[in-house]
């Protein structure tokens, strides 16, 4: 274990891509019952426009830029590790865990974009999947739906995960005990940020964007202005606990 600095983001990024999906397809969830994984579904109003096609720099459109850059997580609990420039369908992020001092270091794999009109309804988002050494096995969409008739454009995540093989037997414990419950604060306190973030939009002030790593590898940090929390001085470094 060390302490966390950007060239141990920008070394465990750039080493996702030799790891894979930590999950088989054949076994993902048959209904919101299936007793093998948690199944979620969320749903967040996070601003109102007239009805129609999205209005040019309204909430969708908004709500949607938050999305794409990744400034709705709370950063004393995740941050985001990427590269703007590649392309979103099959970018690697980098996830930097929270929990105490510990930094936990967990890749995704964005798998999967929507951009439509169906029944009524505009949808833009994007899924990812959790890789090997991740402490969970799952696939999570976040999207931004646009209901045409009333205006209400919304926050929609869903989701299904179980808890990974962890060999550490603390970590392990630990993320049993503690796991589910920071997942559901996760799911609740994003769609709280897009609201904010589409309100504060409105008000006047510019959305945030990720932040550049040092170096010219256009490595970024997501969300903007995390700023420094009173543990960093003493974090310690996990890299891919489930592996």
């Known amino acids: 274990m060390k302490r966390p600095g950007p060239e141990d983001r920008r070394a465990d990024l750039d080493g996702l891509a030799a790891r894979g999906v930590n999950f088989d397809d054949a076994e993902t969830p048959t209904d919101s019952h299936d007793p093998r994984w948690h199944v979620d579904h969320g749903r967040a109003l996070v601003g109102t426009e007239p009805p129609g096609d999205p209005v ?57 974009l929507v951009d439509e009109t169906v029944d009524g309804r505009r949808v833009w988002g994007w899924t990812y999947e959790t890789l090997h050494g991740h402490l969970e096995e799952g696939r999570l969409t976040y999207e931004v739906v646009k209901d045409l008739t009333t205006g209400d454009v919304e926050f929609v995540i869903r989701a299904f995960s179980r808890p990974a ?35 504060d939009a409105a008000a006047g002030r510019p959305l945030p964007l990720p932040q550049p790593l040092p170096g010219a590898d256009g490595v970024t940090v997501a969300p903007q202005n995390a700023g420094r929390h009173w543990t960093d001085p003493f974090a310690v470094l996990v890299r891919h606990p489930g592996a």
């Not at 830029?65 to 979103?88: E, I, M, S, W």
């Not at 037997?169 to 589409?198: D, N």
């Open 56 to 112: 040019p720099d309204g909430p969708w459109e908004r709500a949607c830029a938050v999305l794409r850059d990744y400034q709705f997580t709370a950063p004393n609990r995740l941050r985001g590790v990427f590269r703007p420039a590649d392309p979103l369908l099959g970018r690697d992020m980098l996830l930097e865990g929270r929990f105490g001092p510990m930094r936990f270091h967990l890749g995704v794999r964005v798998t999967g």
């Open 165 to 199: 093989h962890i060999p550490n037997p603390l970590f392990r414990f630990g993320f049993g005990l503690f796991g589910r419950a920071v997942q559901l604060e996760f799911y609740h306190r994003a769609g709280q940020r897009v609201r904010e973030l589409v309100a």
